[in-house]
């Protein structure tokens, strides 16, 4: 069963600009981990946020954690072309474990 | 690179075969977790092994089963295959599974295609 939900499902944006996708999930959770998946290959660590943090930042990237409402968001600044792939959220649970993952949003950058 | 290697990369199957995927985990980490990726879909959990034994397990039917080895490397067995099996398959290694704050690392996965 999937527990988190990525929106949008695609996004389309032009170089430079901003890209923020969502994702929701339903349980209570230890971290949160996002993940960028290129053509269906291997899955590339991006960022992890723990349950007691809000925010954290890496390079372009800036991931934010609201508990209450179960949800997180991460934010690419300055978007590349390289930046085109599809971005997966994950949840981890102490003592479970499996990851988690949602849907996955396909993010493309238009040069 | 996460140093976490899988083979083969592609693997064409009839349907009723069976099939073994292996994956080499990263240095120094003694915790293999396997994923299922159906096109269009997310991975899912299949299952993980812990210092050589099964330490937990998705919803999967019994033909899908594994090892673990001493060096810590891993393989997927899937019995009797059906269409629905299609899929890549991801292998994640991870130091420490229970340290709650713990990243996987996933290898380029397995293409499995089965007609």
């Known amino acids: 069963s999937q527990q988190g939900e990525e929106d949008p499902q695609a996004l389309s944006i032009q170089e430079g600009e901003n890209a923020t996708m969502n994702c929701s999930y339903k349980?209570?959770?230890?971290?949160l981990q996002w993940y960028r998946q290129n053509s269906g290959r291997g899955l590339v660590h991006l960022i992890l946020?723990?349950?007691?943090?809000r925010e954290k930042h890496s390079g372009r990237l800036r991931v934010t954690l609201d508990t209450s409402k179960k949800s997180s968001s991460l934010l690419i600044t300055a978007s590349r072309a390289a930046d085109t792939a599809s971005y997966f959220c994950?949840?981890?649970?102490?003592?479970?474990?499996?990851?988690?993952f949602g849907q996955g949003t396909r993010l493309t950058i238009n040069p | 690179e996460t140093g976490v290697t899988q083979s083969p990369t592609h693997l064409i199957k009839t349907r009723g075969q069976q099939v073994t995927l292996r994956c080499s985990s990263q240095s120094g980490h003694n915790t293999v977790s396997w994923y299922q990726q159906a096109l269009g879909q997310g991975p899912q959990f299949i299952f993980q092994?812990?210092?050589?034994?099964?330490?937990g397990r998705g919803n999967f039917p019994p033909r899908f089963s594994g090892l673990q080895f001493p060096n810590y490397s891993s393989e997927l067995n899937v019995n009797a295959l059906e269409l629905d099996d299609s899929a890549l398959y991801l292998c994640?290694?991870?130091?420490?599974?229970?340290?709650?704050?713990?990243?996987?690392?996933f290898g380029p996965g397995t293409r499995l295609t089965v007609l």
């Open positions: 994640a290694s991870s130091l420490d599974w229970d340290s709650g704050t713990d990243t996987q690392y």
């Open positions: 092994y812990y210092r050589e034994e099964e330490n």
């Open positions: 994950a949840t981890g649970i102490r003592g479970a474990q499996k990851l988690v």
């Open positions: 946020i723990r349950s007691n943090e």
């Open positions: 349980t209570s959770i230890n971290n």
